[in-house]
DNA sequence: GCCGTTTTCGGCCCGACTGTTTTCAGTCG
């Protein structure tokens, strides 16, 4: 399977093209053509390119060039072109393609590295485009920048830590392997990768480890272990115990810290059960082992039932092609259905997304014969008619009323102004809140995980709001976990129901709920603390009372 | 660069905000 590596050859051309100031459309073909070859089922290189939508004559040429040399003569050039360095550069929010450029041509800045040097040597003042605002703003997004990008994200954490597996698996398939560390905990954020092995011999499983082709270097060996490096810095760890230690190691590998400091060192046992029944507690699941409250509670055998996957009846927020979804609404009907779910929400973007096409009044009630002709051709799975509604900046909704009524489920998000000052946030989300039709707040605190911070905004004031007016909170699966656990924890203590959705964009991302499950399980909810794990006629009676 | 024709090139992702520009370019969602 060479799709990923493929699918990045063309990304890394889009990100150069970009850098180059050329044409958008022609760098949204390459992203296109990126992702369609990413998504492809199979393996890329057996494939019938002319019939893959988003591939052209261009760039199947390039991927038979790619196929052929290892290498594609157009990406080369502009690699030898411009430094990589200004391609981290050009992820600075508030940094483009031309002041990049400018930076790169006057002060030899390309990297964040130099770019900072260069802004706190006030060696920017000079230049055109870069007045006190903006370095001001600079210093600040690279503050934000280092703080957002020195932990992965849980989702990307996740695809890594398979496709490792996968590979050991591949190598060594009798191996007996867990995954550990804070992805097992299902913290939103991953530093290290850790898996557990179980096996009376150590060193066959850590040599085949360590000879994984996706290791840059081995950082550390001993008899139980190896500690290696991917490319993108990302520290893995493998630890093989005898599988009558097995249980220990991996209670010990999974952590947290504060959780293991806060009892007596346990023995060796073979399973995690055996672990806690030693120190007298309940199974703590992993995603409470935070050094909170878990222990009192699991010798008082008061644990929550957590919420699990299999608990959740259907999702209450995707996007369809009728904005920007790259899927049918029969398509995503389909992804739904094989999912097995009972329901499911089409909730495009509101028009003053305009990026985005998103829909006016008379797209949305056009969108009514769409959704009302799949309905008849999927009797065991609901289709509600949605809409995620754009939150405008002084809290009044994107559409008007009457038209948000005759929907059966409305999402109210924030896409813009993003750096309102705290009170004129809070209170416009808050006038979302209050208003009757809005059964849902889209992802509340606007963060993307590695991405983008949270704006500025009193999350305990929603809850109240949302306590007072009924509104559902969200927990946005996907790159954003948000509400994050500690708000979700807060919101569930308070009463307010949350729903985890996976703002789908595609039929791919429909499985993303399970990140969404494990923040809300963080949060120590339950399935009765959730929207969305309601049977279809507890749903509708609950919307019939909205 | 891709697509879809109206077969040979035009349309595709638009509108608002921000800072510094002295009338608008660059960036972003």
Redesign the pocket.
Known sequence: MQNAALARQFDQIAAYLELAGD????I???RE?ASAIADYPGPIEDADLNAI????????AKSREWFKTGKIKVLEALKAQYPAGLLEVMRV????????QLLWKEKNIDSIAKLQVALDADELDTL????????E?LKTALRRLGELTSRTPLPDATGTATKILTALIERSPDAHIEIAGSLRRGAETVGNLNFVASSEDATPLLDTFAALPLFETIIARDETTVKARLHDGVEVELVVAPPVRFGTQLWFSTGSKSHIESVDAPPAFTSEREVFAHLGADYIPPELREGRDEWERARAHTLPALLETRDIRGDLHTHSNWSDGVASIRQMAQAMTDRGYAYFAVCDHSKAL??T?GLDAFRVREQAHEIAEVQADFPNLKIFRGIECDIL?DGTMDLDDELLSELDFVVGSV?????LPLAEQTDRIIRAIQNPHVDLIGHPTGRVLGV?PPYDVDVPALIEAAKKTGCCLEINASERLDLKDDYARIAKDAGVLLCIDTDAHSPKMIPNISFGVATARRAGCEAKHLLNTKTLADLLEWMRHR
């Open positions: 044409s958008i459309f022609k949204r073909a390459y053509a939508e988003g591939l052209g004559s261009a760039t199947i929010p508030g940094l483009g393609p031309k002041k990049v055109n485009g870069f007045g006190p605002k903006t370095r703003n305009a990026m096409n900046r896409h813009s102004a993003f750096n983008r």
